[in-house]
Each structure stands twice: as structure tokens, then as C-alpha cells.
């Protein structure tokens, strides 16, 4: 499966964004998938996770309470929305995927990524 993220920017803390994460070449359904972030000088580090059916989820401590995934897979796409962003948020946005029934908070477990799309939030 190839996939492609989107909806990266500039925006000011406090504000919203939406990222997308557009999937091909296979049937999403059967993916869990993740977002994961990489900021400047520091490690990838997850973010948020979904179940290929949706109905499970899980979040880094940093994103609970503000971003939230879901996943429409009759659009084979996967979405973050992010509130209340702050600048350490700061970061290249990655989505990835994983077929079979997890979604795992370790970026090894996925074996497909997409290129990542970058959010800066201004202070």
C-alpha cells in the first residue's frame, strides 16, 4: 500500500489543523495505521493509532485530549485533527501502516509510510 499525508502548515498555538493520509495500491480496511511525528534533531515518535476498523484507537500522552484519528476506509483515508496546537508540536506529521488487526505505538511494528507533511505552529 502506498500512502500520502497531507494538510501540513503554518498555524498560529491555540489554532487547528487537519492532517489527511490518502492510501493506494491496496485495501486500506485491512491496515491499523498511525501517525507519528519527527521534529529537528529529535527521534520519530508516535502520536496516534487506529484499528483498521476504527473502533479502536490509542494516543501518546502528548496528543490525548487534543488530536484525535479516525479513518474513513470507503475513502481509504485516515485523518488527524489536531486542537488546541502548541509549538513544541513543531514536527514532520508521518502516517503509516500496518496490515492485520494492530495498531501499534512502535514505529518498527509499520511497514509502510508516507513522505510526511510538515506542521509549525508559531508561539
Known amino acids: 500500500v502506498q500512502l500520502q499525508a497531507s494538510g501540513g502548515g503554518l498555524v498560529q498555538a491555540g489554532g487547528s489543523l487537519r492532517l489527511s493520509c490518502a492510501a493506494s495500491?491496496?485495501?486500506?480496511?485491512?491496515?491499523?495505521a498511525g501517525w507519528f511525528r519527527q521534529a529537528p534533531g529529535l527521534e520519530r515518535e508516535f502520536v496516534a493509532a487506529?484499528?483498521?476498523?476504527?473502533?479502536?484507537?490509542r494516543y501518546a500522552n502528548s496528543a490525548e485530549g487534543r488530536f484525535t484519528i479516525s479513518r474513513d476506509n470507503a475513502k481509504n483515508t485516515m485523518y488527524l485533527e489536531m486542537n488546541g496546537l502548541k509549538p513544541e508540536d513543531t514536527a514532520v506529521y508521518y502516517c503509516?501502516?500496518?496490515?492485520?488487526?494492530?495498531?501499534?505505538?512502535?514505529?518498527?511494528?509499520?511497514?509502510?509510510w508516507g513522505q510526511g507533511t510538515l506542521v509549525t505552529v508559531s508561539s
Open positions: 503509516a501502516a500496518v496490515p492485520g488487526i494492530y495498531y501499534s505505538a512502535r514505529y518498527n511494528d509499520y511497514p509502510y
Open positions: 495500491g491496496g485495501t486500506f480496511s485491512l491496515y491499523g
Open positions: 487506529i484499528s483498521r476498523s476504527g473502533g479502536n484507537t
